[in-house]
């Protein structure tokens, strides 16, 4: 099983990016996918996720400013990111909701929202 995230980067307040994860090894399809995000000294928390249908839920936090997506033929699931915030600043991971412990962390993706 893998997760592979990407997308990342270094973005001013205000900015946009568009965040990938490529997903091996799992039944993708069948599974609820989500976006979670780890800033340094806090714990990982989920941000968005979306079902196997397509149904989706976000954090207050990112609402009205992130959308998550997915293609199930690709293995893909995407984070759209607008309006970035310095608050955004974390490691971003995908992987199953919700995680318990089941399938390991990929390397995540950084990042960075500062002027």
């Known amino acids: 099983v893998q997760f592979v995230e990407s997308g990342g980067g270094l973005v001013q307040p205000g900015g946009s990016l568009n965040l990938s994860c490529a997903a091996s090894?799992?039944?993708?399809?069948?599974?609820?996918m989500g976006w979670y995000r780890q800033a340094p000294g806090k714990q990982r928390e989920l941000v968005a996720q979306?079902?196997?249908?397509?149904?989706?839920w976000y954090a207050d936090s990112v609402k009205g400013r992130f959308t998550i997506s997915r293609d199930n033929a690709k293995n893909t699931v995407y984070l759209q990111m607008n309006s970035l915030k310095p608050e955004d600043t974390a490691v971003y991971y995908c992987?199953?909701?919700?995680?318990?412990?089941?399938?390991?962390w990929g390397q995540g993706t950084q990042v960075t929202v500062s002027s």
């Open positions: 992987n199953v909701v919700p995680w318990a412990g089941t399938y390991s």
């Open positions: 979306i079902t196997s249908g397509g149904t989706t």
């Open positions: 090894g799992i039944p993708f399809s069948f599974y609820r």
